[in-house]
């Protein structure tokens, strides 16, 4: 009944984040297509090729409305997305402590913070043909994605009412990263339309497989 309760409210807060509206709909707009522009002169000429100005130039927006989204033109490029989990998203995952239910839930919770991202095929593809460009770039999205980790772990610490020496939030955030990472892998070797959230779970019950107790023997 918990698990019913909190899928239909999931479904509530993804399906409102869908389509963002107004003011709220103009700046993701703007905010990705920075993000696009900047890949694709990154793969073209390097990131010594082009400057903010041209940047801004070719977006159709002023230098100082760049400088309101992204602090560098390396973090145009990575996309700078953590910023912060919306808050419906967040009140979401911690209402939803139940036996059993982490996993699935940081799963779900990661999936519509993608979502609601509009991270697709081409952004991935985009970022992988700017890192072949400029390798060092890598740096930046381990240390983007060290954040990242770090805001989900005090959120499942949080959730559970765990200590800080519990390795749990530690382990539950990391295993449901090389889950997502190894989907995303697979978005590249299929192409276009797949469905992000059936690759991640698809990934998740293979990795739960590595996991599940070696069959007792019992013919001794």
């Known amino acids: 009944m918990h698990y019913l309760k909190q899928s239909v409210l999931l479904h509530d807060v993804i399906d409102g984040a869908k389509k963002p509206v107004g003011r709220a709909a103009k700046k993701s707009r703007t905010r990705h297509e920075l993000s696009r522009v900047a890949r694709e002169l990154v793969a073209r000429h390097g990131m010594a090729g082009f ?7 070719e977006v159709g927006v002023s230098r100082r409305t760049f400088f309101n989204y992204f602090p560098t033109k390396e973090h145009a490029v990575i996309g700078r997305v953590e910023d912060g989990f919306d808050d419906d998203l967040v009140e979401w995952f911690l209402a939803g402590a ?29 970022v992988r043909r700017a890192l072949d460009r400029e390798p060092q770039l890598l ?19 949080t959730r559970e009412g765990l200590p800080e020496e519990d390795p749990v939030p530690r382990l539950a955030v990391r295993l449901v990263g090389v ?9 590249l070797r299929h192409g276009p339309g797949t469905d ?23 013919t001794a």
Do not use: K, W, Y
């Open 179 to 187: 889950v997502m990472r190894t989907a995303s892998e697979e978005i």
């Open 51 to 57: 400057t903010v100005d041209e940047l801004a130039a």
């Open 98 to 126: 139940a036996p059993g239910r982490l996993v699935d839930d940081l799963v779900e919770f990661s999936v519509s913070h993608l979502v609601r991202l509009d991270i697709g095929f081409d952004d991935i593809e985009t």
């Open 196 to 218: 992000l959230g059936a690759l991640v779970h698809t990934h998740l019950a293979a990795a739960r497989a590595l996991f599940a107790p070696a069959p007792t023997d019992h």
């Open 139 to 157: 740096n930046l999205i381990v240390r983007d994605g060290e954040e990242h980790d770090r805001r989900l772990i005090d959120l499942v610490r």
